[in-house]
């Protein structure tokens, strides 16, 4: 990209995006406003060689600096569709999946069940019988009646159950309030501080049927530093030493859960993969040492920093408004039935004009969605090259919890989610919802 370009642009908040001739926004090299014009709007692209490479980023750096078996586990929340979880596969992912819907996409396309984790703190029982009718992996148990019940299921199928123990570090990253569950009240895990976890633990290893390999915990979202994982890799190590003497077991499985953050704007910071590993790694050896602990396999949750900088949406401008003495609303073909998150946190996003992706970002707007809603905005105070009717606008960064969280609100259907290749073909990952689909279950 020319030094113009960058100027009028912002510095680029990732490395996938530019500018081409046409002065259009491009992803992974492919003009977005002519996939817009082929695929409708609004659209949701992904790059696929951006997926793999933050794949990659997880699955070397674990395989290089913690202990043999240690894997990153696909979080699907982030993004649930059959062609994620044939990418995890085919990049050597675990995957997570916290509801029997996901379990179901991911079984359909051949995704290796020994490899699935199944989280959730209210799993029913047919939910318990539906992932041990599937073959999956580990239960990632919650509490103790999903121990009972599980254990009375798996017994009955005269089967013994790999089990992992969420339990709660009593850590506060300093995230969005909705989005922090590693603190001890939480309706996930159960706490160690009130030594309510040591007694989970005592009574789960006499449970039939349960083989208990290690604890969970997961600190929060949206992480721009490795301090909450190392805290709570420090507590969670110290448990299973006070676990093993207490009980004798010793747990080889240490999960830290997910929550990596993503630049969304330019004043987030930049933020390496590879080298925030690298210092978790260090801690944890520290800390088995001190604690003379063997080194546990760490299994890692991953969803938003895999997707989410992989994903842009475009939508088209219908109108421009200005009230006189206020601000300017640009109102878009999408909403918050696509992306719900500023709706839900008042999170911050990019937009860029990408028909005119070159011209100077002197126009600030509220972009709305068009659902019957004021609160249905994609955020307030946005900067960009002033849009006029037809123009497309592209918000970035959309990959992670956009699709994932999308409704039928107004009975808008969902838009399509369309990835690029790496050699820059596109290919449908699920296509557009039509009017028959959004009423389809009307009876
Ligand atoms: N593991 C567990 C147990 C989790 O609860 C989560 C996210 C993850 C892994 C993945 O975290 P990530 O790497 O994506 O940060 N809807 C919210 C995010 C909710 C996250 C819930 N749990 C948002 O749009 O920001």
């Known amino acids: 990209m020319l030094d113009t370009e960058l100027n009028v642009m912002g510095k680029m908040l990732h490395t996938n995006l530019g500018v081409n001739d ?77 509801s029997c819907g996901e379990l ?47 254990s009375a299921q798996a017994k009955d199928r005269g089967i013994t159950q790999r089990v992992i123990l969420r339990v709660t570090p009593g850590i506060d990253p300093h995230t969005h309030e909705a989005i922090n569950t590693g603190k001890v009240d939480s309706k996930f895990g159960t706490a160690i501080e009130t030594g309510q976890a040591m007694e989970l633990i005592k009574e789960l290893l006499t449970l039939p049927a349960l083989e208990l390999v290690g604890l969970h915990c997961h ?18 190590i110290a448990f299973m030493a006070a676990v093993r003497e207490q009980t004798g077991k010793t747990l080889t499985v240490l999960n830290l859960g997910g ?51 992989a994903g842009v949406t475009v939508y088209t401008v219908g109108s421009v408004k200005t009230i006189t003495g206020y601000k300017s609303y640009v ?50 105070d946005m900067l960009m090259a002033k849009p006029q009717r037809g123009d497309k606008l592209a918000v970035l960064v959309t990959g992670a919890y956009n699709y994932a969280m999308s409704s039928n609100y107004n009975r808008v259907p969902r838009p399509p989610v369309v990835f ?11 296509r557009r919802e039509t009017f028959e689909d959004v009423a389809k279950l009307d009876v």
Not at 228 to 236: E, L, N, S, T, V
């Open 219 to 236: 600190v929060g979202s949206l992480c721009f530093d490795s301090k909450p994982f190392i805290d709570a890799a420090h507590i969670m």
């Open 420 to 430: 690029i290749a790496p050699d820059g073909e596109t290919r449908v990952a699920i």
């Open 331 to 380: 109102s878009v073909d999408g909403g918050m039935s696509d992306n719900p998150r500023y709706a839900l946190y008042k999170s911050d996003y990019t937009v860029l004009n990408a028909s005119r992706a070159a011209a100077e970002r002197d126009f600030t707007a509220t972009v709305a969605g068009r659902l019957c809603e004021s609160g249905d905005l994609i955020g307030e």
């Open 259 to 309: 929550g990596y953050g993503v630049r969304y704007v330019e004043s987030d910071p930049e933020f390496s993969i590879p080298e925030n590993l690298r210092l978790v790694s260090a801690e944890i050896k520290k800390c088995c040492s001190a604690n003379n602990f063997p080194e546990p396999q760490i299994l890692l949750e991953p969803g938003r920093s895999i997707v989410a900088d």
């Open 22 to 98: 046409e002065g259009h926004l491009t992803l992974a090299g492919r003009d977005t406003v002519e996939l817009a014009e082929s695929y409708g709007t609004p659209l949701m692209l992904m790059d696929e060689a951006r997926v793999r490479m933050r794949m990659r980023e997880y699955t070397e750096t674990m395989r290089e600096v913690f202990a043999p078996g240690s894997m990153p586990l696909f979080a699907s929340k982030a993004l649930s569709c059959k062609e994620m979880y044939r990418i995890a596969h085919s990049e050597g992912m675990g995957t997570d999946i916290v």
């Open 104 to 150: 179901y996409t991911a079984n359909s396309v051949g995704f290796p069940m020994e490899k699935a984790y199944f989280h959730g703190n209210n799993k029913t029982d047919k939910d318990i019988s539906y992932a041990l009718d599937c073959g999956v992996g580990t239960f990632i148990c919650d509490n103790r009646e999903e121990l009972y019940a599980l």
